[in-house]
Protein backbone atom coordinates (compact mmCIF):
# COMPACT_ATOMS: atom_id res chain seq x y z
CA UNK A 1 0.00 0.00 0.00
CA UNK A 2 1.26 3.51 -0.81
CA UNK A 3 0.69 4.83 2.68
CA UNK A 4 -1.29 8.23 3.70
CA UNK A 5 -0.47 10.49 1.25
CA UNK A 6 -0.05 14.55 1.52
CA UNK A 7 0.41 16.93 -0.73
CA UNK A 8 1.79 19.67 -0.91
CA UNK A 9 4.90 18.65 0.96
CA UNK A 10 6.14 21.96 1.66
CA UNK A 11 4.60 25.38 1.00
CA UNK A 12 5.65 29.31 1.33
CA UNK A 13 2.68 31.58 1.08
CA UNK A 14 1.88 35.09 1.84
CA UNK A 15 -0.13 36.37 5.04
CA UNK A 16 -3.97 36.46 3.75
CA UNK A 17 -3.62 34.04 1.47
CA UNK A 18 -5.98 30.58 1.55
CA UNK A 19 -3.67 27.58 2.24
CA UNK A 20 -5.23 24.16 0.88
CA UNK A 21 -3.67 21.11 2.31
CA UNK A 22 -4.64 17.74 0.78
CA UNK A 23 -4.74 13.98 2.18
CA UNK A 24 -4.92 10.79 0.56
CA UNK A 25 -5.89 8.22 3.52
CA UNK A 26 -5.07 4.22 3.05
CA UNK A 27 -7.59 2.43 1.39
CA UNK A 28 -10.13 0.75 3.46
CA UNK A 29 -9.45 2.87 6.95
CA UNK A 30 -12.38 4.53 7.58
CA UNK A 31 -11.31 7.17 10.42
CA UNK A 32 -8.95 10.03 9.39
CA UNK A 33 -7.37 12.81 11.59
CA UNK A 34 -5.85 16.30 10.57
CA UNK A 35 -2.97 16.98 13.10
CA UNK A 36 -0.99 19.97 13.35
CA UNK A 37 2.65 20.23 14.98
CA UNK A 38 4.54 23.31 16.47
CA UNK A 39 7.91 23.82 18.19
CA UNK A 40 5.79 25.87 21.15
CA UNK A 41 2.80 23.44 21.32
CA UNK A 42 3.85 19.76 20.19
CA UNK A 43 1.38 18.06 18.50
CA UNK A 44 -2.06 18.92 18.30
CA UNK A 45 -5.06 16.91 16.86
CA UNK A 46 -7.56 19.64 14.78
CA UNK A 47 -10.03 17.07 13.85
CA UNK A 48 -11.13 13.73 13.26
CA UNK A 49 -13.58 11.97 10.43
CA UNK A 50 -14.94 8.53 11.26
CA UNK A 51 -16.97 7.17 7.45
CA UNK A 52 -16.17 10.87 6.37
CA UNK A 53 -18.33 12.36 9.21
CA UNK A 54 -16.52 14.74 11.19
CA UNK A 55 -16.52 13.70 14.78
CA UNK A 56 -14.76 15.89 16.99
CA UNK A 57 -13.60 19.44 15.58
CA UNK A 58 -12.78 21.26 18.71
CA UNK A 59 -9.05 20.97 18.40
CA UNK A 60 -10.08 23.29 15.13
CA UNK A 61 -8.03 26.81 16.45
CA UNK A 62 -10.30 29.44 14.84
CA UNK A 63 -13.06 30.05 11.77
CA UNK A 64 -10.21 30.54 9.66
CA UNK A 65 -9.68 27.25 9.83
CA UNK A 66 -12.06 24.06 8.11
CA UNK A 67 -11.90 20.68 6.98
CA UNK A 68 -13.73 18.10 4.27
CA UNK A 69 -13.78 14.63 3.50
CA UNK A 70 -15.99 14.81 0.68
CA UNK A 71 -15.32 10.91 0.28
CA UNK A 72 -13.59 8.15 1.50
CA UNK A 73 -10.27 8.63 -0.64
CA UNK A 74 -9.67 12.21 0.16
CA UNK A 75 -9.45 15.13 2.88
CA UNK A 76 -8.91 18.51 2.97
CA UNK A 77 -7.70 21.63 5.54
CA UNK A 78 -8.59 24.75 4.40
CA UNK A 79 -7.13 27.97 5.77
CA UNK A 80 -8.58 31.19 5.04
CA UNK A 81 -7.18 34.00 5.46
CA UNK A 82 -3.20 32.05 6.47
CA UNK A 83 -1.61 33.98 9.21
CA UNK A 84 2.21 33.81 10.10
CA UNK A 85 1.28 31.93 13.26
CA UNK A 86 0.00 29.19 10.99
CA UNK A 87 3.03 28.33 10.33
CA UNK A 88 3.37 24.42 11.33
CA UNK A 89 3.58 21.16 9.93
CA UNK A 90 0.56 19.65 9.03
CA UNK A 91 0.36 15.58 9.45
CA UNK A 92 -2.94 13.91 7.74
CA UNK A 93 -3.08 10.15 9.55
CA UNK A 94 -5.83 7.25 8.60
CA UNK A 95 -6.76 4.41 11.13
CA UNK A 96 -9.06 0.81 9.97
CA UNK A 97 -11.33 2.11 12.21
CA UNK A 98 -12.45 0.79 15.88
CA UNK A 99 -9.58 0.20 18.41
CA UNK A 100 -10.95 -0.96 21.35
CA UNK A 101 -11.48 -4.51 19.44
CA UNK A 102 -8.60 -4.95 17.69
CA UNK A 103 -6.01 -2.62 18.95
CA UNK A 104 -5.11 -0.91 15.57
CA UNK A 105 -2.62 1.43 14.47
CA UNK A 106 -2.79 5.11 13.45
CA UNK A 107 -0.78 5.64 10.06
CA UNK A 108 0.60 8.94 9.58
CA UNK A 109 1.78 10.83 5.93
CA UNK A 110 4.51 12.80 5.97
CA UNK A 111 3.45 15.72 6.85
CA UNK A 112 3.04 19.31 4.84
CA UNK A 113 5.14 21.82 6.16
CA UNK A 114 3.54 25.44 5.76
CA UNK A 115 5.08 28.23 6.01
CA UNK A 116 3.33 32.08 6.13
CA UNK A 117 5.45 35.28 6.03
CA UNK B 1 -9.71 12.83 29.90
CA UNK B 2 -6.13 10.70 29.11
CA UNK B 3 -2.87 12.50 29.04
CA UNK B 4 0.83 11.73 28.66
CA UNK B 5 4.18 13.46 30.24
CA UNK B 6 7.33 12.79 28.62
CA UNK B 7 9.69 13.48 31.22
CA UNK B 8 12.76 15.47 29.24
CA UNK B 9 12.81 17.41 25.75
CA UNK B 10 15.90 16.53 25.18
CA UNK B 11 17.96 13.75 26.11
CA UNK B 12 21.51 13.05 24.80
CA UNK B 13 23.86 9.42 24.97
CA UNK B 14 26.40 8.07 23.65
CA UNK B 15 26.72 5.61 21.05
CA UNK B 16 26.52 1.76 22.38
CA UNK B 17 24.58 3.19 26.02
CA UNK B 18 21.37 2.37 27.45
CA UNK B 19 18.56 4.81 26.20
CA UNK B 20 15.48 5.53 28.58
CA UNK B 21 12.90 7.68 27.40
CA UNK B 22 10.09 8.51 29.88
CA UNK B 23 6.35 8.52 29.85
CA UNK B 24 4.10 8.72 32.42
CA UNK B 25 0.43 8.78 31.53
CA UNK B 26 -3.34 9.42 33.44
CA UNK B 27 -6.10 7.81 32.24
CA UNK B 28 -9.27 6.54 34.26
CA UNK B 29 -9.55 3.06 32.65
CA UNK B 30 -6.76 0.68 31.68
CA UNK B 31 -4.92 2.82 28.88
CA UNK B 32 -4.16 1.59 25.72
CA UNK B 33 -0.36 3.29 25.24
CA UNK B 34 2.03 3.58 22.15
CA UNK B 35 5.25 4.99 21.28
CA UNK B 36 5.94 6.64 17.91
CA UNK B 37 8.81 7.83 16.56
CA UNK B 38 9.64 10.83 13.91
CA UNK B 39 13.04 11.15 11.81
CA UNK B 40 13.79 14.41 10.45
CA UNK B 41 11.74 15.80 8.12
CA UNK B 42 9.49 12.80 8.42
CA UNK B 43 5.74 11.54 9.46
CA UNK B 44 5.48 9.64 12.83
CA UNK B 45 6.11 5.50 12.91
CA UNK B 46 4.54 3.17 15.05
CA UNK B 47 7.49 1.72 17.40
CA UNK B 48 5.51 -0.38 19.89
CA UNK B 49 2.00 -0.70 21.21
CA UNK B 50 0.73 -1.95 24.76
CA UNK B 51 -2.98 -2.82 24.31
CA UNK B 52 -3.89 -5.80 26.96
CA UNK B 53 -1.67 -9.27 27.83
CA UNK B 54 2.28 -9.09 28.47
CA UNK B 55 3.26 -5.66 29.99
CA UNK B 56 6.65 -6.11 28.25
CA UNK B 57 6.33 -4.97 25.18
CA UNK B 58 9.05 -5.27 22.49
CA UNK B 59 9.12 -2.98 18.94
CA UNK B 60 10.97 -2.31 16.21
CA UNK B 61 14.90 -1.34 16.04
CA UNK B 62 15.61 -2.85 19.54
CA UNK B 63 13.27 -0.89 21.28
CA UNK B 64 10.91 -2.21 24.27
CA UNK B 65 8.72 -0.68 26.80
CA UNK B 66 6.87 -1.87 30.00
CA UNK B 67 3.66 -0.96 31.57
CA UNK B 68 3.78 -0.68 35.18
CA UNK B 69 0.57 0.18 36.27
CA UNK B 70 1.43 1.09 39.96
CA UNK B 71 3.84 3.62 38.20
CA UNK B 72 1.47 4.95 35.68
CA UNK B 73 4.35 4.44 33.37
CA UNK B 74 5.42 3.51 29.78
CA UNK B 75 8.83 4.12 29.65
CA UNK B 76 10.93 3.69 26.56
CA UNK B 77 14.63 1.56 26.40
CA UNK B 78 17.13 -0.06 24.46
CA UNK B 79 20.12 -1.75 25.57
CA UNK B 80 22.43 0.09 23.37
CA UNK B 81 22.01 3.28 21.42
CA UNK B 82 22.65 3.53 17.24
CA UNK B 83 23.54 6.69 15.59
CA UNK B 84 20.46 5.76 13.55
CA UNK B 85 18.35 6.68 16.83
CA UNK B 86 18.53 10.05 16.52
CA UNK B 87 15.06 11.06 16.35
CA UNK B 88 12.36 12.23 18.30
CA UNK B 89 9.89 10.33 20.40
CA UNK B 90 6.59 10.46 21.13
CA UNK B 91 4.28 8.32 24.21
CA UNK B 92 0.30 8.26 23.17
CA UNK B 93 -2.28 7.13 25.01
CA UNK B 94 -5.82 6.00 22.97
CA UNK B 95 -9.10 7.76 24.50
CA UNK B 96 -12.05 6.42 26.24
CA UNK B 97 -13.74 6.14 23.15
CA UNK B 98 -11.01 4.47 21.71
CA UNK B 99 -11.01 6.65 18.32
CA UNK B 100 -8.28 9.14 19.40
CA UNK B 101 -4.99 9.32 20.44
CA UNK B 102 -3.37 11.81 22.58
CA UNK B 103 0.45 12.47 22.33
CA UNK B 104 2.94 13.83 24.95
CA UNK B 105 5.28 16.69 24.10
CA UNK B 106 7.90 14.50 22.78
CA UNK B 107 11.71 13.53 23.65
CA UNK B 108 14.41 14.29 21.23
CA UNK B 109 17.31 11.92 21.10
CA UNK B 110 20.52 12.74 20.59
CA UNK B 111 23.42 9.70 20.10
CA UNK B 112 27.40 11.29 20.31
CA UNK B 113 29.97 8.90 18.62
Known amino acids: DAGVIQSPRHEVTEMGQEVTLRCKPISGHNSLFWYRQTMMRGLELLIYFNNNVPIDDSGMPEDRFSAKMPNASFSTLKIQPSEPRDSAVYFC???????????????FGEGSWLTVV | AQSVTQLGSHVSVSEGALVLLRCNYS??????LFWYVQYPNQGLQLLLK??????LVKGINGFEAEFKKSETSFHLTKPSAHMSDAAEYFC???????????FGGGTRLMVKP
Open chain 2, 50 to 55: YTTGAT
Open chain 1, 93 to 107: ASSPGSWFSSGNTIY
Open chain 2, 92 to 102: AVLNNAGNMLT
Open chain 2, 27 to 32: SSVPPY
